[in-house]
């Protein structure tokens, strides 16, 4: 069973749990580069659970559309069990922003991962289709 469904792996302008804000334009660069980026779970390298069929900065963050290949993960999308999105990168451009806040200005980005609970509470699939 696959599925596909669309989200946003990363949200400008708003703080995570560890103190990363990430700016608008972050992926910029790494995006007009063209590289494949793999769609994760957990981060984990060795489990590539689908594709990412696009992925774009808009004025809320960077959005992702996937198709999920997974079917129990696909299931746990389909019944709102599972729905938290994350990405890895490498900084390029980072500085520190007030009170010990991390702005990120320009990423590599690495990859995009599903995960149980997102370092950016409001990065989540807010779309699951066929």
């Given at each position: 069973?696959?599925?596909?469904?669309?989200?946003?792996?990363?949200i400008?302008?708003?703080?995570?749990?560890?103190?990363?804000?990430?700016?608008?334009?972050?992926?910029?660069?790494?995006?007009?580069?063209?590289?494949?980026?793999?769609?994760?779970?957990?981060?984990?390298?060795?489990?590539?659970?689908?594709?990412?069929?696009?992925?774009?900065?808009?004025?809320?963050?960077?959005?992702?559309?996937?198709?999920?290949?997974?079917?129990?993960?696909?299931?746990g999308?389909?019944?709102?069990?599972?729905?938290?999105?994350?990405?890895?990168?490498?900084?390029?451009?980072?500085?520190?922003?007030?009170?010990?806040?991390?702005?990120?200005?320009?990423?590599?980005?690495?990859?995009?991962?599903?995960?149980?609970?997102?370092?950016?509470?409001?990065?989540?699939?807010?779309?699951?289709?066929?």
């Amino acid at each position: 069973m696959s599925v596909r469904f669309a989200g946003y792996a990363a949200i400008f302008d708003q703080p995570d749990r560890g103190g990363d804000v990430i700016r608008k334009g972050a992926f910029s660069r790494a995006l007009g580069e063209g590289s494949d980026v793999p769609l994760l779970w957990q981060h984990e390298r060795g489990q590539v659970i689908g594709c990412i069929e696009s992925l774009a900065e808009d004025a809320r963050g960077l959005r992702v559309i996937a198709k999920l290949e997974d079917a129990k993960l696909a299931a746990g999308l389909g019944n709102g069990t599972l729905g938290g999105l994350s990405f890895g990168y490498r900084v390029r451009t980072g500085r520190q922003g007030a009170a010990s806040l991390r702005e990120l200005i320009d990423l590599d980005l690495v990859e995009v991962s599903l995960v149980t609970i997102p370092m950016q509470p409001l990065a989540r699939v807010h779309a699951v289709g066929d």
